[in-house]
């Protein structure tokens, strides 16, 4: 069975939008602030590729882990994001090695790293 990259990466950003949402409304620091814009612009970016009835959902229960996760502290959200951003950076790298757009968001992700 093949999997469908895009179905993966739309629901990756709309997960990392709602986190990052999350996060910026406990945290109110202008670093998740960018984070959450980065990440907006990144899930319009595959609604035009793909639609799925599961961004909301995806979105919404990540946006309510982004809260939690936020009212931990700085070091449980230090090593979630990063583990985070890691793993989108890697399945971008390995699934679109030659798409100029998303080598430009990999080099946004990467500045999201704490």
Known sequence: MKVDKDLLALLGEAGATGLAKGIYEVRREDRFRHAYEDELSHWK?????KRSRLELPVYYALLLFGILIGTLGMS???????????GAIDFYVKNYPNDERIMEIVEEERKHFL
């Open 45 to 49: 970016f595959f609604m035009l590729r």
């Open 76 to 86: 449980v959200t230090r090593s979630v994001i990063n583990y985070l951003e890691r």
